[in-house]
């Protein structure tokens, strides 16, 4: 046997020997020899004094093997109706109030409790990274699960353009992240049809005025627009305006413009958005855009509209302050007019209020 083995061997019998000693040591017979302490000019100690303090330090002894085993907790974010729900399992009530305000969700789903559930707080913020995306990219009955602190993230994303925003947010998130994305299938019936009618100058008259055709037909037409469809997503993909769309969204996907409360003046996390995309402009000075402000439902349409225009306008204003020439912006405040999700029963909807910048042409 190596030196190590024996020594290890030899500390886990010392161990051992002290926790029996300690536990079987007959306490009582030895005070009764009158082994008692004695202190300078004071009374002898007592022997219950030092029978519960032995007792205490036993208690510690055996109460440190056994600590009950801590475990993490569980949560699932499912999508319905546009909206967030929340369920899982959590230590306390607390516990679940806080996942729901880092995650910033406002909709309960089925709480339950158990002890020595614990809560990691690193993990947390890496997950509400990804609540803008999950709540804007993905359609109903798309989950994002946590289980031993492993995260999953599963649905079908509501169009195909999302695919490279998602991307560059997963790329900086911290975690292990188990992924099962459906991308909606350009090629479909449905979207050509779309596109056909939206893209008339890509696809071929001829198709467009026989839509109604026989299946032999339909296959060919699919093919031919397939082509002209890719073509044109290639071609405006590598154009300059929808490179500075493109990096607007990417900031704004995960960095929302807020204001102060009961304010038009932004916070200053989103003064600092905004100098990120003043420089993206400023970076491309011959491209005009517009500030698109918008609410939720609650509260009255002319209120909406006042309360969106003058966020978009102060938006503007910042742009301006920062170098943007006044001519290439514009501040429209389009009020509840285009909700991107389903308001809840009070009108409620932290994903429609939101700031919007379009790049506009030349």
């Known amino acids: 046997m190596s030196l190590t083995k024996k020594i290890i061997l030899l500390f886990i019998s010392f161990l051992v020997l002290s926790i029996l000693s300690i536990y079987g040591f007959d306490y009582k017979k030895f005070l009764s020899n009158n082994n008692l302490v004695s202190f300078e000019g004071k009374t002898n100690l007592g022997e219950k004094n030092i029978i519960d303090e032995i007792s205490e330090l036993k208690n510690r002894v055996f109460d440190s093997f056994n600590e009950k085993e801590t475990k993490s907790f569980t949560l699932e974010l499912i999508k319905k109706d546009g909206v967030v729900e929340m369920n899982g399992l959590f230590s306390n009530e607390n516990d679940a109030k806080k996942v729901s305000d880092i995650l910033n969700i406002n909709r ?15 993990l947390l913020e890496e997950i509400a990274i990804l609540m803008t995306p999950f709540k804007d990219f993905f359609a109903d009955n798309s989950k994002l699960t946590v289980v031993n602190n492993e995260v999953s993230l599963s649905g079908e994303l509501k169009d195909a353009n999302y695919k490279d925003l998602l991307d560059s947010i997963l790329s900086r998130i911290k975690i292990d992240l188990k992924t099962d994305v459906i991308i909606p299938e350009i090629g479909s019936l449905d979207v050509i049809d779309k596109s056909i009618e939206e893209n008339s100058s890509i696809a071929d008259e ?40 493109l990096s607007i969204n990417n900031i704004l996907s995960t960095k929302k413009i807020n204001f102060e409360r009961r304010s038009t003046a932004i916070t200053a996390d989103s003064q600092i958005v905004v100098e990120e995309i003043a420089k993206i402009l400023n970076d491309n000075p011959t491209f005009k855009i517009e500030v698109a402000g918008h609410t939720d439902s609650r509260g009255s349409d002319s209120l909406n509209k006042q309360i969106s225009q003058d966020r978009a306008s102060s938006v503007r204003d910042v742009l301006i302050s920062l170098g943007i020439n006044k001519d290439r912006v514009t501040a429209v405040g389009y009020g509840e007019e285009f909700p991107i999700a389903k308001d809840d029963e009070n009108g409620l909807s ?5 700031v919007e910048f379009n790049i506009l042409g030349e």
Do not use: F
């Open 108 to 122: 309960e789903g089925e709480y339950k409790y158990e002890d020595n559930r614990v809560l990691d707080d690193d």
């Open 350 to 354: 932290e994903i429609n209020r939101r």
């Open 206 to 245: 001829k198709i467009i005025e026989n839509k109604v055709l026989d299946a032999k037909n339909i296959e060919e037409s699919k093919e031919i627009t397939n082509k002209s469809i890719k073509a044109n997503t290639s071609s405006n993909a590598s154009s300059k305006l929808n490179e500075v769309q």
